[in-house]
């Protein structure tokens, strides 16, 4: 069973528009969340988290939202550049640090 | 500074043959972890070690075996290679609550 959803496999938005990848969750004991993207042939890197304490942290053009209540988050770019084409994956940090991610959202930014 | 260095970055191995992958950070973090990725889907974790001395299994640890004598270096180990063990592998490194840093992958095919 998925704890960790990305219904959306893929997403395709204009350059400049804004870029919305969404992730539900199920188990309500995560407390902290992580975007992480991934270009061919690399590993993941990190780009942005937040803590459930929060509903929103903001970095540049990249900004998440929580909505804990609905054990869903959001990750909004603005405005996307064709260099932000990538997989996202959202990522929940559980105990000992572990890692559990949702399947990824490939992102195409057309120019 | 080399981050996370995985070796080799390819390889193809036959039912049954044993093989080891290798992972090294040289940024002293405590924590060092193995990931596999499977097409569609997330990474999923396999093993984990939060210094050295200490390992312990994640998600999916079944064919694998760890070992952490150094703090530097983390190999994971396939005993007799299966079919299903065909995948990519990532290991990842941390200080301590911080975002986990990938190296860029072992491709790893079993015939």
């Known amino acids: 069973d998925q704890q960790v959803k990305q219904n959306s496999p893929s997403l395709s938005v204009q350059e400049g528009r804004i870029s919305i990848l969404n992730c539900d969750y199920t188990n309500s004991m995560f407390d902290y969340f992580l975007w992480y993207k991934k270009y061919p042939a690399e590993g993941p890197t990190f780009l942005i988290s937040?803590?459930?304490?929060?509903d929103k942290n903001e970095d540049g053009r990249f900004t998440v939202f929580l909505n804990k209540s609905a054990k869903h988050l959001s990750l909004h770019i603005v405005p996307s550049q064709p260099g932000d084409s990538a997989v996202y994956f959202c990522v929940s940090r559980g105990s000992a640090r572990q890692l559990t991610f949702g399947s990824g959202t490939q992102l195409t930014v057309l120019p | 500074n080399a981050g996370v260095t995985q070796t080799p970055k390819f390889q193809v191995l036959k039912t049954g043959q044993s093989m080891t992958l290798q992972c090294a950070q040289d940024m002293n973090h405590e924590y060092m972890s193995w990931y596999r990725q499977d097409p569609g889907m997330g990474l999923r974790l396999i093993h984990y070690s939060v210094g050295a001395g200490i390992t312990d299994q994640g998600e999916v640890p079944n064919g694998y075996n760890v070992s952490r004598s150094t703090t530097e270096d983390f190999p994971l180990r396939l005993l007799s290679a299966a079919p299903s063990q065909t995948s990519v592998y990532f290991c990842a490194s941390s200080p301590g609550g911080q975002p986990q840093h990938f190296g860029d992958g072992t491709r790893l095919s079993i015939l």
């Open positions: 937040i803590s459930s304490i929060k």
